[in-house]
């Protein structure tokens, strides 16, 4: 995918330039007719910053983790899908937006926040962006459940990322937006984060090392959209050994061709070499199982002479005296055996 161009204003204060310039802001802070509001479905999206959400308003593009994203898409293939936008440690929702598209796997964008962690993209357009504070909203309540814990009533603002609203909060919100007035919004800082903006750009396209791991994650994540994760990928790249081989999400340590190395040589070892390690550490395994079953039971006669034979030996005594605060000497001492009573 292409990336969208650098655009920016000398100023955001003139709404109309904004709507002109930036194509998903086209139709913000209208008096929006909103349809089939019923039959429509809505999210709460929490962001790490402003900077993901001034990304998402000037280029109409959104993207999350691989599970949220999977719920998104999902969302979509059944309806209407509206996201009320929020930033953590803020007081405030900051836009409404709606799906236009359903995630697309092959597309991505390079300059989010943190780089080489989002990949994928869904389409928005944005309805209002204004500051609403969350005194607006405090009466708006949803149960909330975490795995492994009991229930929770939470105000909508309290919801974590991505936590889809009951249809009847949903429309509340909606409405909200529709009717508050708000002399405040985001457009403040957009110059701010304009420049931070350009700042990531240059680093990022003159690093290239940068390019080069966005390459490798993607076309990972183009195999596995909705189940990847950049963090543990990494972990696992790092904790693969430098002879190893991947298996079942775990990397296999092989060590006795290490140790062996005409084992590895061996032409029908050089296909499959950790499969044909296991079978053969396998077939091993069984041939002891099999002679310990097939092993006589020791007789009580010999074993009561082994026991004879053991009488003697050593054990350490530790003393203590006012001289020393330990002495350790070996006593040598006579094991009592019991005696085995044989039946005649």
């Not at 000037?58 to 899908?81: C, H, M, P």
């Not at 909606?174 to 700042?199: G, P, T, V, Y």
């Not at 991947?246 to 590895?264: E, H, L, V």
Request: hydrophobic share 25%; proline share 3%; net charge neutral.
């Amino acid at each position: 995918m292409n990336q969208p161009q650098f655009q920016a204003l000398p100023s955001y204060e003139n709404l109309d330039m904004i709507r002109k310039t930036f194509p998903p802001l086209e139709h913000i802070n209208f008096d929006h007719e909103f349809k089939n509001l019923d039959k429509s479905k809505y999210f709460i999206i929490r962001t790490q910053g402003e900077d993901n959400v001034h990304r998402a308003m000037k280029y109409g593009i959104w993207t999350s983790s691989s599970r949220k994203n999977e719920r998104l898409n999902e969302a979509f293939s059944q309806g209407d899908v509206y996201l009320f936008f929020t930033e953590i440690n803020s007081l405030c929702f900051s836009g409404m937006a709606k799906l236009t598209s359903g995630f697309d796997p092959k597309s991505h964008f390079k300059y989010w926040l943190i780089e080489n962690k989002w990949f994928g993209l869904f389409q928005i357009k944005w309805l209002y962006v204004k500051d609403l504070p969350f005194k607006l909203f405090e009466n708006i309540k949803q149960i909330q459940k975490f795995e492994g814990s009991d229930e929770t009533v939470k105000s909508v603002y309290d919801l974590i990322d991505c936590t889809e609203l009951t249809l009847e909060n949903g429309i509340k919100m909606a409405e909200i937006f529709k009717n508050e007035e708000s002399k405040k919004s985001l457009f403040e800082d957009f110059s701010q984060l304009d420049k931070l903006e350009n700042q990531s750009r240059q680093q990022r396209d003159t690093n290239p090392n940068f390019e080069k791991k966005f390459q490798e994650l993607r076309s990972v994540f183009e195999t596995i959209p909705y189940s990847f994760s950049a963090a543990s990928y990494e972990r696992r790249q790092q904790r693969k050994p430098q002879y190893g081989y991947y298996n079942y999400g775990y990397y296999q340590q092989p060590q006795y061709w290490q140790s062996n190395s005409g084992f590895y040589q061996q032409e029908q070892y050089q296909q499959y070499p950790y499969q044909q390690y296991q079978n053969k550490y396998q077939d091993q395994t069984d041939q002891q199982y099999n002679k310990k079953e097939t092993q006589q039971p020791v007789n009580l006669e010999d074993k009561f002479e082994m026991q004879q034979n053991r009488k003697y030996k050593y054990d350490k005594k530790k003393r203590f005296n006012n001289r020393n605060n330990q002495q350790i000497e070996y006593v040598q001492k006579y094991q009592q055996e019991t005696i085995v009573q044989q039946n005649i």
